[in-house]
């Protein structure tokens, strides 16, 4: 799965073994073992912006005025 930072500045996760590993804005494809990991730092997986961020198309549809509005 691919993260990355939720807010742009890079997070840092360390593995037991003393590596690290570094998140930015760019999409970084992590093994499945540091995904816990990595939401705990503040990153965001892809699945879970693309669930949470409407398509384009809903985007530009035109929306229908409230009656409030009218």
Not at 4 to 13: F, G, L, W
Not at 39 to 50: D, H, L, N, P, Q
Not at 61 to 66: I, L, Q, T, Y
């Amino acid at each position: 799965m691919r993260f990355r930072s939720r807010d742009n500045t890079v997070r840092r996760i360390t593995l037991p073994n003393g590596q690290i590993v570094r998140i930015g804005a760019e999409w970084r494809e992590i093994p499945s073992s540091l995904h816990d990991a990595a939401f705990e730092v503040g990153c965001i997986s892809e699945e879970v912006a693309r669930s949470v961020t409407p398509p384009q198309d809903d985007a530009k549809a035109e929306r229908k005025p409230s009656p409030a509005q009218k």
